[in-house]
């Protein structure tokens, strides 16, 4: 199983990015896909989730700015984030909860400047 992050960047205050993380592989889901992040000095938070169902969860601090959602075609999960601050800046990962275990992927780095 592989699992790829993509589309992370600089980006000032304000602005948007779009996340991808791609699994391959033995893919049979067990209960989704979830975003974390980890900002320098401080642990890894959860962020996003999306069941296969379609269901998403959100941390409060990027509910309604931050959206999951997922292309089943392509395996694919998106964590669209809008209007970004500077504390938004860390290291994105996506985590695949498969039938065969938990998947990170090696992350992206998004970084928002003030």
């Known amino acids: 199983v592989q699992v790829v992050e993509s589309g992370g960047g600089l980006v000032q205050a304000g602005g948007s990015l779009r996340l991808a993380c791609a699994v391959s592989?033995?893919?049979?889901?067990?209960?989704?896909v979830g975003w974390h992040r980890q900002a320098p000095g401080k642990r890894r938070e959860w962020v996003a989730t999306?069941?296969?169902?379609?269901?998403?969860a959100y941390a409060d601090s990027v509910k309604g700015r931050f959206t999951i959602s997922r292309d089943n075609a392509k395996n694919t999960v998106y964590l669209q984030m809008n209007s970004l601050k500077p504390e938004d800046t860390a290291v994105y990962y996506c985590?695949?909860?498969?039938?065969?275990?938990?998947?990170w992927g090696r992350g992206t780095q998004v970084t928002v400047s003030s």
């Open positions: 999306i069941t296969d169902g379609g269901s998403t």
């Open positions: 592989g033995s893919t049979a889901s067990r209960n989704g």
């Open positions: 985590k695949a909860l498969l039938v065969s275990g938990d998947y």
